[in-house]
């Protein structure tokens, strides 16, 4: 077998609280017997994602012999373990790999709303669920053909025509790049990145200097997904307009 990275839970440390279970995008790990355990070892991928999310410091990463990391057998995990189609958007009862059901993968079929043009209200552009980077799966089928909008936290709430100047017709992940833990932001944009057909990535950020973090972020990841994807940067002023000036 080869030596890789590998998670390594201390059962000592783990008091099986779960907040692990959502940010492993390929389900390696399940709560069993009250403690976080690796379900297979052939589904870690070893770049760590969920041990920053670990209240007790139980999980770490180390070098030893496992076996390979295969991608096919963690996507059909997780496909699985959500227990999802397109058609119905709708989760399965949780499964007995212990995710959070506010954080399982669902597709959101848009349809026309003829009450919300009559109103003159607007329609939510959103057709995926979750959002937030830590807990989204780079396998998640919504991202496949679309371009990625990677938003800042305070984007949405800034920009009044985010829904359809910004998000309508992409997929998208919001994250804050001063206070997120976001050493695994990077490679799981790449891993977004390597494992679909994403034709562009817009980041949207606000004109602060802290925000200017997210751009960076993206940057890296499409450096180390070996991809040749086009980046476009979005600047949204504390007033919500567009801007390109920053302080």
């Given at each position: ?89 709708k989760p399965s009862p949780p499964s007995h790999f212990g995710g959070c059901p506010g954080s399982r993968t669902m597709v959101i079929e848009k349809k026309d709303n003829p009450s919300a ?131």
């Amino acid at each position: 077998m080869p030596v890789r990275d590998i998670i390594l839970i201390d059962e000592e440390k783990c008091d099986g609280c779960g907040l692990c279970i959502p940010s492993c995008p390929e389900g390696a790990l399940a709560i069993i017997d009250g403690k976080a355990r690796v379900v297979s070892e052939s589904y870690c991928d070893g770049m760590g994602a969920c041990v920053g999310e670990c209240p007790q410091d139980a999980m770490t990463v180390i070098k030893r012999e496992a076996p390979e990391f295969d991608e096919a057998a963690a996507l059909e995990n997780m496909r699985k373990a959500e227990g999802l189609t397109k058609e119905t958007a709708k989760p399965s009862p949780p499964s007995h790999f212990g995710g959070c059901p506010g954080s399982r993968t669902m597709v959101i079929e848009k349809k026309d709303n003829p009450s919300a043009t009559q109103t003159g209200t607007q329609q939510s552009e959103l057709t995926q669920w979750p959002v937030q980077l830590h807990l989204v799966s780079p396998y998640a089928p919504y991202f496949n053909g679309k371009e990625l909008l990677v938003a800042a936290d305070c984007v949405p709430v800034a920009d009044p025509n985010f829904h359809h100047g910004l998000l309508k017709g992409k997929s998208m992940v919001i994250a804050c790049p001063k206070l997120d833990e976001i050493s695994s932001y990077a490679p799981k944009i790449a891993e977004i990145l390597k494992n679909n057909d994403i034709p562009k990535v817009t980041v949207a950020h606000m004109v602060v200097p802290c925000c200017m973090g997210i751009l960076g972020i993206v940057e890296k990841a499409v450096e180390l997904s070996g991809k040749d994807v086009p980046v476009e940067s979005v600047v949204i002023g504390v007033d919500g307009e567009r801007t390109e000036s920053m302080f």
